[in-house]
């Protein structure tokens, strides 16, 4: 069998990844650098700016990481969206940059595919229903009669979003994440908080400005943080545990970089537990945003014979 080898470039939001990937799957390099924002939220023209900047040093370094040359390469891969306008456009231009130099195809990919498709690459998990948690995403994913599907999402922010603006408005920082765990750890004093589940459909924006008055009306911020993980984490639980009942299926994955969280992990391991399903979630390194999750959905397009171009390029035929 001819292996094929693709460079695949993410820069969603304020990630910037680059891996190479073969077509065995086999993870050859995945280097990746964020944006880390001095004050407020990211900016679309910034993280732009970072991709245009990180590009083409992270392209070396993970062809150094992988011991290949670019003239190795067969196939380029870009993230195509959902994202930020001018990130997508940065990581586009030098996507298409890249292949023309190289007289290579080219072929855009989704990207919250892209999260399902390396973390069932390095679990082995074969058809979870996957829970998608991120600064700016959120949602409950599974493949159904044919293709994937979204079975619930955000109908505002998104989970990461809303931890990230609570943490900024109470003077915990960015990201939240992290900090709001750890704070939550202190408490197990429940405050009531707005719970909106719309079918399923999530909601956090009532949550989040809720949350941010309690803090403001004197509640303690440890009780603060605990509440508002134990609300949010029930709803994305509710919601991931119906699509599982729906869709029949045996295995739940949790990816994102919300998944770093150890509550949600727990609660949503317990939930598949009492369904009979198996829990899985990649490492943490392809949990986030990552070039390698990029070059593997184009090596996926690639044997599903999407990609234009493959088949008439010299670069291939040289391999009849
Ligand atoms: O996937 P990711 O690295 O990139 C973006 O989508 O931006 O996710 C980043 C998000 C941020 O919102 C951050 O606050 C959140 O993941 N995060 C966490 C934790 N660590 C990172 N959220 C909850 N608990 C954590 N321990």
Known sequence: VIKVI???IEGTAEKTGVG????????????????????????????????????VPLIKDALHESGLGLEDMDLVAFSRGPGLGPALRTVATAARSLALSLNIPI?????????????RLTTGAEDPVTLYVSGGNTQIIAFDAGRYRVFGETLDIAMGNCIDQFSRSVGLG????PVVEKLALKSRNHI?????????????SGLLTAAIRKYESGEAIEDVCYSLQETAFSMLVEVTERALA???KREVMLCGGVAANNRLREMLSIMAEE???????????????????????????HSHSLVKGMEDTEVIQKYR
């Open 275 to 301: 369904h009979y399903a198996e829990f899985h979630m990649p490492p943490m390194k392809y949990c986030g945003d990552n070039g390698a999750m990029i070059a593997w959905m184009g090596q996926l397009m």
């Open 246 to 248: 729906h869709s029949k």
């Open 174 to 177: 960015h990201p939240g994440g």
């Open 107 to 119: 072929v855009g990919v989704n990207h919250c595919i892209g999260h399902v498709e390396i973390g």
């Open 20 to 55: 190479i990937v073969d077509s065995n799957g086999k993870i050859l390099a995945s280097q990746g650098n964020p944006l880390i924002p001095e004050s407020g939220g990211i900016h679309p023209r910034e993280a732009a700016e970072h991709h245009a900047a990180n590009i």
């Open 192 to 204: 009531k908080l707005p719970y909106t589940v719309k079918g399923m459909d999530l909601s956090f």
């Open 6 to 8: 693709c460079i695949g």
